[in-house]
């Protein structure tokens, strides 16, 4: 078992919780997560199943291959799924030393293809089907950084151990097997997120992706906000859809608080447009609405009353429908309230957004280039992909 961690809610310490005989460890702090990964990875004995959207052939790239590299050199089966879009930078042949010592390393995705729009978003590590470790991080440099480096990523990882590792483990086997076939299928791919279920306990995965129907992280949503009082969202991309816009305006409506956390510096700008864009719509209802400024933001945390989301997905178009992305679901007041108070300590170093603020933003120049932004963000992106691979008009 890995070590207790502090429990205190400050940024950069862990915070350790015991739900449904899980251990739950969230880790902020960039330096410690890597800490994590790569003691996970050199103190695994039978198998480690790896899936990043980015694995980055860079300092900390490597050293994570490495730890690999030798995990598979004293008989550890080691098995790489890498997105093949997010890790575009990376040469194939970053891997050969993993595949020299026996392991595996394949790439999601087809180049040319319509099927290339589809991303493999998920960020996770099993070892010894005992141990899982996912988040919205990946394996670069910035994601690793001491949160004071303005370029660092701001996200954090979750450590599990206890039985809802064993639903994991069953959703990595599913998507592996897909890939081990001569001509993975998408329509298969599709079947088999939107069917994919792990029980009804308070620790359970939720898997999103290119499903015709919604799938199980975005049905999981929506059903979470049918009757949601309080709502706090730390998200490195908001640009939800009109219906997930508005079941949040529903929130306030009914009397309910919805509280966002986003961010003030990226790597794309038209996704923060995007973002500012919807601002008028929360504000106007009572939203409050802060953005990040230390770093950039990159969490994926969603607590709805007592219910944490927290993985590889953003509250935006792409997540909900396009890229596959894991999110594992933990209902618990104590964590949910835990969680609520990380994301009002991101807001005390955030600039919030009052309606004046967004007011005397919202010059006409600047709502042509967030209208500009949505268009790209949220209609030619995903509505592309979706008719490209489906044939359907937007799901809400």
Not at 71 to 87: E, I, K, M, W, Y
Not at 176 to 197: N, S, T, V, Y
Not at 220 to 236: E, F, I, P, W
Request: aromatic fraction near 10%; hydrophobic fraction near 45%.
């Amino acid at each position: 078992m890995l070590p207790m961690a502090n429990i205190d809610p400050p940024l950069t310490h862990s915070h350790l919780s015991e739900i449904a005989g899980n251990m739950i460890w969230l880790v902020p702090s960039g330096p410690e997560r890597l800490e994590r990964v790569l003691a996970t990875i050199n103190n695994a004995k039978r198998e480690l199943n790896l899936i990043f959207y980015i694995f980055a052939q860079d300092v900390t790239g490597t050293r994570v291959r490495d730890a690999l590299v030798n995990a598979a050199n004293r008989g550890v089966a080691v098995t790489v799924l890498l997105d093949s879009f997010g890790s575009k930078q990376t040469r194939d042949g970053f891997f050969k030393p993993l595949r020299a010592s026996g392991g595996t390393a394949k790439w999601f995705g087809t180049r040319w293809t319509p099927q290339y729009l589809i991303r493999n978003h998920q960020k996770l590590l099993i070892a010894d089907r005992q141990v899982a470790i996912c988040g919205g991080f990946n394996i670069a440099d910035d994601y690793f950084a001491a949160p004071i480096e303005p370029l660092a990523w701001q996200d954090i990882g979750v450590v599990l151990q206890g039985p809802a590792v064993e639903g994991i483990c069953r959703w990595f086997d599913t998507l592996a097997g897909w890939m081990e076939a001569k001509r993975p299928r998408f329509r298969d791919l599709r079947r088999l997120i939107h069917d994919h279920q792990d029980g009804s306990g308070p620790v359970r995965w939720l898997v999103g992706g290119p499903t015709a129907r919604l799938s199980p992280w975005t049905r999981g949503l929506r059903s979470a906000l049918v009757d949601a009082r309080q709502v706090s969202l730390s998200m490195g991309y908001f640009s939800p859809n009109t219906g997930f816009l508005r079941r949040l305006g529903r929130v306030l409506r009914r009397g309910g608080q919805v509280d966002l956390v986003l961010p003030a510096h990226s790597d794309n700008a038209a996704t923060i447009g995007a973002s500012r864009l919807l601002y008028g719509y929360l504000l106007k209802r009572g939203a409050t609405i802060a953005e990040f400024e230390p770093s950039r933001l990159h969490n994926k945390i969603c607590v709805i009353d007592d219910v944490v989301l927290i993985g590889s997905a953003n509250f935006d178009i792409r997540s909900l429908y396009v890229n596959i992305e894991l999110m594992l679901r933990i209902e618990d007041a104590e964590m949910a309230n835990y969680c609520r108070d990380f994301i009002a300590a991101q807001r005390a170093q955030s600039t919030v957004i009052t309606p004046a603020l967004h007011q005397s933003r919202a010059t006409w120049l600047n709502r042509a280039r967030w209208a500009m932004a949505w268009l790209v963000v949220g209609i030619i992106d995903y509505g592309v992909t979706r008719r490209l691979n489906f044939g359907l008009p937007p799901a809400d």
